[in-house]
């Protein structure tokens, strides 16, 4: 039976999966967690004021763009790592991440830095996911900020162990200068969605979300993109991505011609299983389908638009 969650942002997402028993597990560096009838007690976190100290990382700050886990639902009162990647071409770089936790307001803030890629390489890839090691957190919702703006939430709760998580990816949400809170106005027009083969044939998946007409006021929010796998044997192995891509308005008082602006949002997609068959799913709508490492680039054009 499908689980009917997919036309809420990234945190309803994550509850509805956690409602029904998902934990973290072996993928991006976060270990399988169950549920302990005797946690441990958490180490103490900061207090609310300590500064971040990123003086550990000795490269040229930015800011990642994506992280990927098995499940968006974390086991409290015990330690993890958050991977943070980059949607860029690597060759040899790497990446480097400080992690400051604020119990008192459930804040985790990720310093992140990008090391000079000096390698002479034939062809480039995805840089690998890079672990920021997070301390334990008491359950509740955690919002994440990524080198000063917000991400996006991270729900932490116990694991009912009833259903096996599904992987998911969420690329954050883009900072406003002036200030917006990307939570306060969320809402998606899509009319094109693509499924792109980024670099290496086969891995790598990104789903585009297309405007071809869209505001110059407009930010990209979080995009969640929840792989949903396959339990039934009367379909072929594989898999259903949910996805959910959303925008905001900026704050700033931007003066917008009146004309059309086309805009691609890029989502990353959780890693896929050759030789599956996976179907996306935009808003509780079916939109596309394809068989993962046989070609699977492809546009569909949208005949509405999709909207939280």
Do not use: K
Request: aromatic share 6%.
């Amino acid at each position: 039976m499908r689980l009917m969650c997919q036309t809420v942002p990234l945190l309803l997402l994550a509850g509805c999966y956690a409602s029904h028993g998902l934990a973290p597990s072996a993928d991006s560096g976060v270990p399988p967690i169950r549920r302990d009838a005797s946690p441990a007690s958490p180490p103490p976190l900061r207090d609310a004021g300590t500064p971040l100290d990123a003086s550990v990382l000795d490269c040229p700050l930015a800011r990642a763009d994506f992280t990927c886990l098995s499940s968006f639902l974390v086991a409290p009162r015990r330690a993890f790592d958050l991977p943070i990647s980059f949607d860029g071409c690597f060759c040899c770089g790497e990446a480097q991440c400080a992690v400051d936790v604020d119990a008192a307001s459930q804040r985790i803030d990720l310093t992140t830095a990008r090391c000079p890629d000096d390698c002479d390489c034939d062809m480039c890839t995805r840089g690998p996911a890079t672990g920021c090691h997070v301390p334990a957190l008491e359950p509740g919702t955690w919002t994440v900020f990524v080198n000063g703006g917000e991400a996006f939430e991270l729900p932490v709760d116990f694991d009912s162990g009833l259903v096996a998580p599904p992987p998911a990816c969420v690329s954050y949400a883009a900072v406003d200068a002036c200030g917006e809170d990307p939570s306060t106005a969320l809402r998606s027009n899509v009319d094109r969605l693509c499924v792109r083969d980024v670099y290496a044939p086969g891995d790598d998946l990104t789903v585009e979300l297309q405007q071809s007409c869209g505001g110059c006021s407009d930010l990209d929010g979080v995009c969640a993109v929840v792989l949903e796998p396959r339990l039934t044997a009367m379909m072929p192995p594989g898999g259903d991505l949910h996805v959910v891509g959303t925008q905001f308005s900026t704050r700033c008082d931007v003066d917008c011609p009146t004309v059309c602006i086309e805009h691609t949002r890029r989502c990353a997609v959780p890693p896929l299983t050759p030789g599956g068959f996976y179907r996306v799913w935009l808003n509780d709508s079916e939109v596309y389908s394809f068989t993962a490492g046989d070609s699977p680039a492809g546009c569909v054009d949208l005949a509405y638009d999709l909207e939280l």
